[in-house]
């Protein structure tokens, strides 16, 4: 299959904050809210995992409050994770854990669903990074699937159908595609209003199916 027809936008972000284990909450939560803007759900738990226990491994190995700094973004088809902090000298190595001991398993617990990390020294801080797999094609691709492929078919009829002057040519934008699926959307409303359906009972349907569907791929 081709790649996605309008391209998906996911600049990089950071936030800056000290290690301490109140801010983890709040860590995993943005997380969360940009994968989910990203189109990248299904990565969260990955990622949150590894960004908890890269700051741990910042409180443990040099202080709590430590200043942190966490920046996500896209490496062609990988999420990459880097968690900074002002100490060079120390570099983190995954190191063998007794059986039973909870201290030390941070690493590993990367290693175990990154597909690689490693450790960035730059003058005055250090940077260790991770990135896992995130099945697209490229940083602008999407997560396949049926509804998906029809929604972006039917998306890239309608775009070019409705075009005007004030739309630049060449390949259409997602915020166009998002202003064309809201138009379907409310077409198909009127559609079913006028062959006698109910439109808000239609939207519930629509919304169970899509919350079903969201649960079983989970």
């Known amino acids: 299959m081709g790649g996605c ?3 998906v936008i996911r600049r990089a972000w950071d936030l800056s904050f000290p290690a301490e284990p109140k801010e983890l909450t709040g860590v995993r939560q943005v997380i969360e809210l940009h994968l989910e803007l990203w189109g990248l759900a299904d990565t969260t738990r990955d990622a949150q995992l590894c960004a908890t226990e890269l700051v741990t491994n910042v409180m443990e190995h040099v202080g709590v409050g430590t200043p942190t700094r966490l920046a ?17 000298r120390a570099l983190p190595t995954p190191s063998p854990v007794a059986e039973g001991q909870e201290r030390g398993r ?7 669903v990154a597909e690689r990390w490693g450790v960035v020294l730059r003058g005055d801080s250090k940077a260790t990074w991770c990135e896992l797999a995130t099945g697209l094609r490229s940083s602008i691709d999407h997560v396949e699937g049926p509804q998906v492929a029809r929604a972006e078919a039917l998306l890239g009829w309608v775009g070019l159908a409705t075009r005007t002057e004030e739309v630049p040519r060449g390949p259409l934008g997602v915020g166009h595609a998002e202003e064309a699926a809201i138009d379907v959307i409310a077409d198909l409303l009127h559609w079913l209003r006028a062959h006698g359906c109910d439109p808000e009972h239609a939207v519930n349907r629509a919304r169970m199916h899509f919350e079903a569907e969201l649960a079983e791929a989970v």
């Not at 941070?106 to 175990?112: A, I, T």
Request: proline letters at 4%.
């Open 5 to 7: 027809r309008f391209g």
């Open 72 to 88: 996500v973004s896209m490496r062609g088809s990988w999420l990459r994770l880097e968690v900074s902090d002002p100490e060079t």
């Open 106 to 112: 941070g690493l590993m617990l990367v290693e175990g």
